[in-house]
Nanobody, 123 residues
Framework: QVQLVESGGGLVQPGGSLRLSCAAS????????MGWYRQAPGKERELVAT???????VYVDPVKGRFTISRDNAKNMVYLQMNSLKPDDTAVYYC?????????????????WGQGTQVTVSS
């Protein structure tokens, strides 16, 4: 019913920048929290950043000052601007959204995930 599609990953040199995008489509009433996670080879998936409906943001310490999360509610999209990239940022990046949908006469909220986009930082 709801799909999240990421784009913008790729290969970049250390110190470079990338901008990830994630678009939600389907039977969407509204979207609450949006966020980005990442999973490096051999490691567990970890939180990178989140943004609320009111645009309050949270970042994990390793990306503070380098990454910026933002959202466009009209387009059902979330972005991650990544600057000053380091080899340690290499991972598959996943977007996630808390989507509110109609469920008959009621509403339900489910968390959805994108398929992931590879970010590789290497010289």
């Amino acid at each position: 019913q709801v799909q999240l599609v990421e784009s913008g990953g790729g290969l970049v040199q250390p110190g470079g920048s990338l901008r990830l995008s994630c678009a939600a489509s389907g039977s969407i009433w509204s979207i609450g929290h949006m966020g980005w996670y990442r999973q490096a080879p051999g490691k567990e998936r970890e939180l990178v950043a989140t943004v609320t409906v009111g645009n309050d943001t949270v970042y994990v310490d390793p990306v503070k000052g380098r990454f910026t999360i933002s959202r466009d509610n009209a387009k059902n999209m979330v972005y991650l601007q990544m600057n000053s990239l380091k080899p340690d940022d290499t991972a598959v990046y996943y977007c996630t959204m808390a989507v509110k949908m109609r469920d008959g006469y009621n509403f339900r909220i489910d968390n959805y995930w994108g398929q992931g986009t590879q970010v590789t930082v290497s010289s």
